[in-house]
């Protein structure tokens, strides 16, 4: 069956780092698009990356741009999201998505995304 499992999240300190990983199986790794989306308590859902299969274009929130990186290994299956000078406004659950396209990020809209991680809690706090 289909799989997203992330991993790499916890506790990070104001202006620190973590990197997100997420491993894919159960569908063909290469034609899709993944991404990462995320929700904080009491906020709604928000697109935070995606790194389209077909342009090779990447997308950033623009309250992440400059500070996270999205990247993929084929061979490995999986996707990263580098996150730097995190803030706590980045406390979420981070979802790892996949979707043939990027649409879903372009239009904010994810009711039809085609797969979803079961999420990751990022923390930020001193």
């Known amino acids: 069956q289909v799989q997203l499992v992330e991993s790499g999240g916890g506790l990070v300190r104001p202006g620190g780092s973590l990197t997100l990983s997420c491993a894919a199986s159960g569908f063909t790794f290469g034609q899709y698009s993944l991404g990462w989306l995320r929700q904080a308590p009491g906020k709604e859902r928000e697109g935070v990356s995606c790194l389209d299969s077909v342009s090779g274009r990447t997308y950033y929130g623009d309250s992440v741009k400059g500070r996270f990186t999205i990247s993929r290994d084929n061979a490995k299956k999986t996707v990263y999201l580098q996150m730097n000078n995190l803030n706590p406004d980045d406390t979420a659950v981070y979802y790892c998505?996949?979707?043939?396209?990027?649409?879903?990020?372009?239009?904010?809209?994810?009711?039809?995304?085609?797969?979803w991680g079961k999420g990751i809690q990022v923390t930020v706090s001193s």
């Open positions: 998505v996949a979707d043939p396209r990027c649409s879903w990020f372009a239009w904010g809209e994810y009711n039809g995304v085609n797969y």
